[in-house]
């Protein structure tokens, strides 16, 4: 059964971070025990195709008792196998219309804009939620696009058509006006990933994102 996409608070996982596949799972069910909504499966380096698929099955079985949805980054294939919830894809990998082609109906589907010009030519009707970023300079990603900033991301929000997340450099510390932006959440790499008490910041992010909307 299709899960119900809350985007308030989205983690984005790294094996590095995480100390490996082991401590993805780890990490995701501590997160999703104290308040995650959404989770994604994300690898710049580190994982073979095979490791993708056992990280993608892992996560999968982790999450299907719950109502947390689960996403796997480029990777459709890995998403068709291990019957993943949703894809998130951007602006250098497959197109979107062929991604919903091969996903279908069902599965949700992430697309990430950076600025005016990306945003002007999201399908709309294929998508189902945008990853806003980065607001902040991030190290969890190479070649990340220029920040935004809070400012930057308004403009964006104020011109979107469906639901969307912010994402890059966000933490407890510079949440709240990115939550006031008017996004439907927030999505996080190492905020959470790699943190000694995972359950602790979890809730603290979770409680911060309530009281600022
Ligand atoms: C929720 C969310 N938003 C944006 C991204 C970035 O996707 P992309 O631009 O394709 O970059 P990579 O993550 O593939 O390096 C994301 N993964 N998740
Ligand atoms: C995966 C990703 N995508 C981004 C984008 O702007 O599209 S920024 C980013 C990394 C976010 O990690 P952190 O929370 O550690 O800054
Ligand atoms: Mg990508």
């Known amino acids: ?29 501590l997160a999703v025990k104290n308040g995650v909504t959404a989770v994604q499966l994300r690898s710049e380096h580190s994982l073979n195709r095979k490791q993708w698929y056992e990280a993608g099955l892992a996560l999968k079985q982790l999450l299907s008792s719950t109502s947390v949805p689960l996403f796997i980054n480029d990777q459709v294939d890995v998403a068709l196998a291990v019957d993943a919830d949703g894809v998130h894809v951007g602006q250098s990998d497959l197109p979107v219309d062929v991604v919903r082609r091969l996903i279908g109906a069902d599965k949700f589907l992430g697309l990430s804009v950076s600025n005016l010009a990306e945003l002007n030519n999201v399908p709309w009707n294929l998508v189902d939620y945008l990853g806003i970023g980065p607001v902040f300079p991030t190290t969890s ?41 008017g996004v439907e959440g927030v999505a996080v790499v190492s905020a959470i990933c790699g943190q000694v008490d995972i359950a602790q910041v979890t809730k603290q992010l979770m409680t911060q994102i309530s009281g600022a909307k």
Do not use: F, H, W
């Open 1 to 29: 059964m299709k899960k119900q996409l809350d985007l308030s608070l989205y983690l984005v996982l790294d094996p590095v971070l995480c100390g490996g596949i082991e401590g993805m799972v780890r990490t995701t069910d």
């Open 141 to 181: 990603k190479t070649n990340a696009a220029p920040a935004l900033g809070v400012a930057g991301l308004q403009t964006l929000v104020a011109q979107k058509c469906c639901p969307a997340v912010a994402i890059g450099g966000i933490n407890s510390s510079n949440l709240a006006p990115v939550v006031q932006t």
